[in-house]
T-cell receptor, first 116, second 111 residues
Framework: DAGITQSPRHKVTETGTPVTLRCHQT?????MYWYRQDPGHGLRLIHY???????DKGEVSDGYSVSRSKTEDFLLTLESATSSQTSVYFC???????????????FGEGSRLTVL | GQQVMQIPQYQHVQEGEDFTTYCNSS?????IQWYKQRPGGHPVFLIQ?????EVKKQKRLTFQFGEAKKNSSLHITATQTTDVGTYFC???????????FGQGTILTVHP
């Protein structure tokens, strides 16, 4: 398995509180992604990064922000958590964009977030 | 934006029966990938298809990419209990952009 660590793995929080999820990789891959997984919706991209300090929005970015100050770390922040953000969050990495090489994603173990 | 639809959402089979999941994109794809997620686990890459009409096999799994590069399928022959999980397709647009995942097919295999 690729060296990807997500923390925390489980978190319960209350509506309106800030939450930060961390993704740490030891593979030195350029691309990092945050997805959320919900029943019936598959995996939806929240934000992604194509380099240090280079990030862009995915299809469900509202209410989320990200930061990448180092190659190995990609942080996902919920500034004010809402119940609709209860989900399983997966970090993923890849070494290419798909233009050169498969660009397959390697996923972390996931972080289960419950917002009460 | 690009949409990827996957059917069926659920499939229950008896062990030994075949299983197929289908993936359809609203736009032409540059490539398509397939992932498997075991219950409680994380998605794991299975394969990528790039060429129009491409067919690839991995033991009992057969993957196809449509001639128009807008659809794909995964077929499992003679399912086993180890095949249980959710199978996702993920399509990449022609600009080599982000992957868009289908909703996934949850496969249950009854022994």
């Amino acid at each position: 398995d690729a060296g990807i660590t997500q923390s925390p793995r489980h978190k319960v929080t209350e509506t309106g509180t800030p939450v930060t999820l961390r993704c740490h990789q030891t593979e030195n891959h350029r691309y990092m992604y945050w997805y959320r997984q919900d029943p019936g919706h598959g995996l939806r991209l929240i934000h992604y990064s194509y380099g240090v300090k280079d990030t862009d929005k995915g299809e469900v970015s509202d209410g989320y922000s990200v930061s990448r100050s180092k190659t190995e770390d990609f942080l996902l922040t919920l500034e004010s958590a809402t119940s609709s953000q209860t989900s399983v969050y997966f970090c993923a990495i890849s070494d290419t964009s798909g233009r050169a090489g498969a660009g397959e994603l390697f996923f972390g173990e996931g972080s289960r977030l419950t917002v009460l | 934006g690009q949409q990827v639809m996957q059917i069926p959402q659920y499939q229950h089979v008896q062990e030994g029966e075949d299983f197929t999941t289908y993936c359809n994109s609203s736009t032409t794809l540059s490539n398509i990938q397939w992932y498997k997620q075991r219950p409680g686990g994380h998605p794991v890459f299975l394969i990528q298809l790039v060429k129009s009409g491409e067919v690839k096999k991995q033991k009992r799994l057969t993957f196809q990419f449509g001639e128009a590069k807008k659809n794909s399928s995964l077929h499992i022959t003679a399912t086993q209990t180890t095949d249980v999980g959710t199978y996702f397709c993920a399509g990449r647009g022609t600009s080599y952009g982000k992957l868009t995942f289908g909703q996934g097919t949850i496969l249950t295999v009854h022994p």
